[in-house]
């Protein structure tokens, strides 16, 4: 059995999307049968090998399975697409028949509806480097709370000279990191409480005193209650 995989950059389609007949607008669109046409891909290569995998426990995937959902994009919104999020690699997979495909965190994916969550593109830094990446929407409004999911994989080992066997590559479940935006500017790590509030330019007393009555941490749940809260104000 044989397994398709093609690599897309939004990047490099600008020119190519211009050439289609179809338009994000026209005949099929808004469903999954003509993605690959509007997103995809004049420029994709094909990898075409047997399918021999290297046994590794854990998954790079916050979900598994791939879940129905839709992908609205500077070029069209299209539904109904089988789809999956690689936390490990930071893209989006998704099916079309029997090929899988590969949807990079470009500006020009404005959201990634999925039956339990919402991804966004923004950029980040990682290690002094600008790059762009996928999070998970928490709330929106003023002010907008973003979650980056983190799995890293670690390689095989050879067994030591004590022992039979070596350690199989896994993949590891990082700690989730949270970050927020403040009227539509720059993202920016929540690295405490406090210090988001001395960022915000209102309500500052009102936050600070339900912060404290609230007791709230870093945690996802009380994060959302708090973001929920600020953006009612």
């Given at each position: 059995?044989?397994?398709?995989i093609?690599?897309?950059?939004l990047n ?18 808004g469903?999954?049968?003509n993605i690959t ?11 075409n ?6 046994i590794?426990?854990g ?5 598994d ?5 839709k ?6 919104v299209?539904d ?5 999020y690689n936390v490990a690699e930071?893209?989006?997979?998704f099916?079309?028949k029997?090929?899988t495909?590969?949807l990079d965190?470009?500006?020009s994916?404005?959201k990634?509806?999925l039956?339990?969550?919402q ?6 830094t990682?290690k002094?480097?600008?790059?762009n990446g996928y ?6 409004g003023k ?9 890293v994989?670690h390689p ?9 066997e070596?350690?199989r ?10 970050f927020?935006?403040?009227n ?19 309500h ?15 945690k996802?749940?009380?994060l959302v209650?708090?973001?929920?809260y600020?953006?009612?104000l």
């Amino acid at each position: 059995m044989f397994k398709i995989i093609l690599f897309l950059s939004l990047n490099i389609t600008v020119t190519y999307l211009g050439a289609q007949a179809l338009s994000a607008n026209g005949p099929g669109a808004g469903s999954g049968m003509n993605i690959t046409d509007h997103l995809l891909i004049a420029a994709a290569k094909k990898l075409n090998k047997p399918e021999e995998p290297e046994i590794i426990d854990g998954t790079p995937y916050m979900e598994d399975d791939f879940q129905t959902g839709k992908v609205i994009t500077t070029k069209g919104v299209f539904d109904s697409i089988p789809m999956r999020y690689n936390v490990a690699e930071d893209y989006v997979e998704f099916k079309k028949k029997d090929v899988t495909y590969i949807l990079d965190p470009s500006p020009s994916v404005q959201k990634v509806s999925l039956p339990a969550s919402q991804l966004v593109v923004d950029n980040y830094t990682v290690k002094g480097k600008s790059i762009n990446g996928y999070f998970v929407l928490l709330d929106s409004g003023k002010l907008t709370l973003l979650m980056k999911k983190k799995v890293v994989l670690h390689p095989a080992q050879p067994p030591k000279p004590i022992e039979t066997e070596g350690k199989r590559a896994r993949y590891e479940k990082l700690k989730d990191e949270f970050f927020y935006k403040l009227n539509g500017g720059p993202i920016t790590e929540i690295v405490s409480t406090k210090k988001m509030l001395e960022a915000l330019t209102d309500h500052k007393d009102e936050v600070k005193a339900f912060i404290e009555k609230e007791k709230i941490s870093k945690k996802e749940q009380d994060l959302v209650k708090l973001f929920e809260y600020y953006n009612q104000l």
